[in-house]
Every structure is written in C-alpha cells, then in structure tokens.
DNA sequence: TTGTACGCGTTATCAA
DNA sequence: TTGATAACGCGTACAA
C-alpha cells in the first residue's frame, strides 16, 4: 500500500502537508490540494488506520463487553448488536466483540489495557457489576446496556421495566385479569443481580400490591420444558390465575404448550403476554403472541453515540435513557374468564 | 499506562531485553528475566495493542463481513458471531463487525485498505460474490462461510446442502412421503444467487427427480404471514401433498398456523420437516418441531481457525469444509397418511 | 546474553 | 501557507 511518504513525493509537496490536507486542521491552499489529491488518486491512497491511531491515541475502536454464555444472547442480543456495529460504522468507529466471561475481570482488565478501545459498551449488567469499578479504575469510557443498582453518575440506556410492567398490567387487569402470575427468568439469575429479573420482579409485586392483588412468581431457565414444568405447577399451585406475564421467550412458548395440552384455551383460558420480546418471535406462536417488544436497535444506537460523545468530549451531558417495551396486542391477551382448573 | 521504556528503566534493562523478554524470540538469562518480570507487575505493565501492530505489521484483528439487513440475521448467525468471537478471543485474536452492504464494494475496499484487519471472514456468499475478487485484489486473507459457484481455489466452510436436503428426504420418504414441497426463500434471494437458496433449491429438484418424484417449490419471504400464504397457495395448487420441507423459521410457523388454521393435523395429515434450523426454535412450536439444526458454532469456529491459519501461515491445507445440518427428529414429522384436502 | 538504533505510518509541534 | 522533525510504543536487525 501506498503511504502519506508516497504522496508526498509524488505531489511533490511535504509529509506534513499531505496530512494536512487530510485532516484539515490547518489550511492547505486549493493549487496543492488539487495536487496532492491528484496524487492520492493515481496510488489509490488510504490512510493506515492503525499509524493513526499510534499517533493520534486514538483508536476509533468500541468494545463490546458481553458475558455470552449464560443465557445464550437472545434474539434481541442480535438486534442490538447489529444496531450497534451499523451505528459506530456510520460514525467511522468499529465494533469489536469480547465475549469475556471472567469473574475477576483479569482478563476484561488486561484487554483494556492494552489500549485496543476507546471505549467499552457494557452488557448484562448486574446491579453490583464489579465491570464499573474496573472501567474507572482502568480510565475507559463506557455506556451500560443496562444499569446498576444506582447509575446516577453513569452513562446507561436501559428498558424502563418499571414502565413497561405497569403497561403489560394495564393491559391485563383492563381485561378484568386480577390472578396474574410472572413467569420469570431463573432464581440464578435472580440472585446474580441481574437487572431484568430484578427490575421487572419488584415493579410487578409493586404493581399488584398497590391493587390488593396477590404475587404470583415462578422462577424457570430458558427452555421450553422449563416453561412446561413450571407451568404445570402453577396449574396446580394457583388454579385462579388467569393470566401469564412472561419475559422468557423459550418458556412462554413452552408454558402456552401446557396449557394447550392441559386443554386451556389461549387467551379464552388464560392470557398470556410476553414482555421483552419482539414481534418477530409473537409472530412465530399460534394464535399469535401479545408482545411487548424490547428496544434492542434504539438501545444499541444510543449506546454506541453516547460512548463516541464521551470519547470525543462533545455532547456533555450524560446518557440516562429508559425506553419501555412497546405493546403489540396480538391473540394471547383477551377478557379474563373463569379461573384456571375451572370446569363449569 | 506503562510502556516498555519504563519497565527497561525500572528493571536496569535496555528496552529491546524487555521485548525480548515478552516475546521470547531471544534468550534472556534467568536473573534478568526475574527483574523484568518484577517491574512489570509493579508497574502493571501491558503491551500496547497499538504500536504492537505497528511494528509487527499485524494486527490480529479479524473482520467479519456481513451484509446485515436483507433478511435480518438469523438466529443461526447469531450463534455463528459469538461462536467466531470466542474462538478469536482464545487464540488472541478479536472480532470486528462490518455490517457493510455496498454493491460495487467501494466502502468495503476502504476499510480493508486501512489495514486495520489481518484477514476477513465473509458471509452471506452468493455464488458469484464480487467480495471475493475484491479481498484478492486487496491482498487479505479471508474465509468464505458459505461459498462461490466454483470455491475450489478458495478457503470455505459451509453447509452441506446436499447432504443435508438428502437426508431430509430420506426420513421424509421413509415414512412414505412421496408428495413432498419444498418452502424456500424468498425468489430474491434465489435470482441473487444466495447460496443456500439455490444449492438446497438445486438439490431437492435432483434428488426428487431422480425418484420419480414431482418437484414443488414455492418461495416465499421470512415472515410468518408470506409462509401462511405460501401454504394456501400450495393446498389449492397441490392437495397432495403430504409433507413440507421448509428452510425459513418465520414462514414455517406460518405454515403450521395456516395448516392448524385449515383443519389439517401435524404430522398427521402434513409433516413438517425444518432444515437449516436449530432445536432451540423447534423447541418453540407445539407440536415440537423436526429440525436439522445448522451447525453455526462448527462454522465459527473453523472458519476463524482457518482464517488465522492463513495469516499466520502455519496450517497449508485449505479448508474446504462441508457440514450437514443434523436431523433431530421430534413431533412434526409421522408417518404418511392421505393427501391434504382429501377428507374420506 | 545484552544493548543500540532504525523502522512501522501517522499526528502534531516548532519554525520558516 | 508550507516544511522539518519529534513523538507514538514496540519489533527486530546488527553490534558488542
């Protein structure tokens, strides 16, 4: 490849000029402009990105920090990944992927410091995420995908799972629901702090206390059967309830397959809305899915800008951003009926 | 940060012992080793990742070249990426996302002229893939997943689609399916020459015609309601048949819901066989679906493997890879039974 | 076994 | 408006 060496040469002007000319931070006149772009031209010139990130100190590179394994990124993960990498792309940054895992942050701690990144976009955040406190310490700007327990002096877009559970039980107690159960990520994701289950657990014992409705939560991992088992024995335990809020896309298809063969009706049985979805995966049950369909793209794209507008110094203010899941009613939600177990 | 200038300092050292120290591409005496080794964790010393690059004229950055918003990646692609990450992340390798989707590859040739990646993994390959002329022509290293119409002088991990679409048949005509209809992608996928569109396409009208069989096809678009169409078109077209294969998530549970919808029993009256798919999403239907789950994590993983292979120039053999979807035979396929529409 | 010095391709400072 | 030239931090011939 050509360098800024070569163009100097050929334009016949100095080294310094040619970058000049390319940065724009100190005039250039159009004659030599002209020439040196002439000469950018005829050698198909592009500036190494990585001689100027050496010398500027700056890499234009975003990490993305997700502990992938877990849960298995959810189809929403993608959505924002996506959204991500076109977002930074758009904005001259690139979108590295650090599937880092460690406790201890040793490893999380050792890429940042080896200077690769700008900044780090920081994914499935826990209210304690030890991630924080590394980043200071370490001097890397960061954006949470999420938030911790008290993020007031960070930079954070997360779903407003406040707003979003209080609009899901809208919807259902307008339907004359009052027995609503929450079916709900793992306990071990419970107790790891995990913002979503954490957030949405106390907004809907929250919610249904405030009503004199009694709380109703079943914990079950990301599958289909555990969708079915814990299902089942909510069939058994509350017979009354009449309506699943879920946020577990496997689970929600295995709790409606339940439900199928204990021979409910969905919604004339039971309702059933699943809250941090998207409409594409409602689109895949029968009858289609009620959904309220996570922010994934708008989370993704504000992440990314605000972490450039950290580095750059620019657009001081800070990023506090909750976007709720948007409701799309579809044929899982209808009017309450009699209870569960019910046979008239 | 520390660099290599204050660690020779600290440690009494010059600053090529250090390097050499790091790199072990010379020997260092015990002692002298000792010493830096000390300094540099008093120091906390890392390398820059940067100037390494510089030096080195490598960056161990790979590029992931994908050209996201045609049929919004899949839940596949997704266990591809991570599975390409972590298999970057453990040999010191990362993974930076090109979401770039430019006709004539101008923005595609910039990027890789910057130099910021050593080598490209390339998705999304259609059989007449201009990227590939252009990553020769630019002098990067790459890895197709997917492949050209003719791949042989190339480096490629794909899927197997003729074996993959051989057993398909094999267990639908087992069960003594002779009516069978292929559900595909969309026509603007196949006219664009994508990949899978037309090797699955090519191999289903062999292997039907070679028994005898009448070949079926109809495209439709990733979206449940384009598979809903697709499938009352097919019932009034061909009342036959008794066995779907599909290829497309979204459609096919549009299928079984227009299928449901009119009445016909799964796999009763139709079998529905999923290809290039995964258990997680057959996991989802009710029925639980067949599947032959596309081997994503197999891809990742050998695609990078080759693509460092090829940079660092060890490993000489070219990866020519094909994997066949593996079947997981669930509760959408049975035995065959009398053609659709027909009631007794 | 260790040290010196040059090069990697830019950016940015200092003069002119 | 332009030109030298010193960083940027490390890898690696060449010398000792």
Redesign the interface.
Known sequence: ?ATMHDVANLAGVSLSTVSYALTGVRPVSEKTRARIQAAMDQL?Y??????R??ASRR?H?LAMLFP?IER??S?T??EF??SA??TA?ERGY???????NDQEGHETR?LL????ADGALVMEVRLDDPRVALLHEVGTPFTLIGRTEDPDTLHYADIDFETTVRDALDHLTALGHRDIALLSHSRASLDAGYGPTVRVGAAFERYMTERGLSVVVRHCDE???AGRIATAGLAASHPRVTALMTMN??AT??A??EL??RGKRIPDDMSVLSIVSSP?VG????P?LTTMSAPGTELGRLGVTSLIAQIEGTGATALHTLIPCRLDVQSTTGPARLPMNHTP
Request: proline share 2%; no cysteine; net charge negative.
């Open positions: 490849m198909g592009q500036r190494n990105a990585i001689a990130s050496l890499t590179i992938a298995g990124l189809g993960a993608l990944v996506t990498a076109e792309r690139h979108l590295v992927l650090w599937p880092v050792e410091q080896q200077g690769l599958s289909a059967d896309d496997a298809f295995g409606m397959a199928l063969e594409r689109a895949l049950s029968h289609r």
